[in-house]
């Protein structure tokens, strides 16, 4: 099992940039499909990027390409989504989510989730 915990948001303008970290106690993230997701006030959870355990071959929601990279540590210990050009619709609660085997953009796929971190874009 691993408990995951995310950090590293906060309060920006558009244009800035935030990199938010997914910490793991318990087994390695080394073991685990790495994801973020958002979850914008009102609005459902949606998918934002994955990579997978050998940290190939990521991929990202089209609304975040080629501004957010997704990415691991090679001791397994910290995933990283670095987050660029950040607009006012980036606002949201992000989350770290994590399973064994699936790159998977829907959430049922995830079998462990951390409490989230805020992102706040002012235009």
């Known amino acids: 099992q691993v408990r995951l915990v995310e950090s590293g948001g906060g309060l920006v303008q558009a244009g800035d940039s935030l990199r938010l970290a997914c910490t793991s106690s318990?087994?390695?993230?080394?073991?685990?499909?790495v994801a973020w997701f958002r979850q914008a006030l009102g609005k459902e959870r949606e998918f934002v990027a994955v990579?997978?355990?050998?940290?190939?071959?990521?991929y990202y929601a089209d609304s975040v390409k080629g501004r957010f990279t997704i990415s691991r540590d090679s001791d397994g210990s910290t995933g990283y989504l670095q987050m660029n050009s950040l607009k006012p619709e980036d606002t949201a609660t992000y989350y770290c989510?994590?399973?064994?085997?699936?790159?998977?953009?829907?959430?049922?796929?995830?079998?462990?989730w951390g409490q989230g971190t805020q992102v706040t874009v002012s235009s």
């Open positions: 990579i997978s355990r050998n940290g190939r071959n990521p």
């Open positions: 989510a994590t399973n064994l085997y699936y790159i998977s953009q829907e959430t049922q796929t995830y079998d462990n």
């Open positions: 318990g087994r390695s993230l080394d073991d685990y499909v």
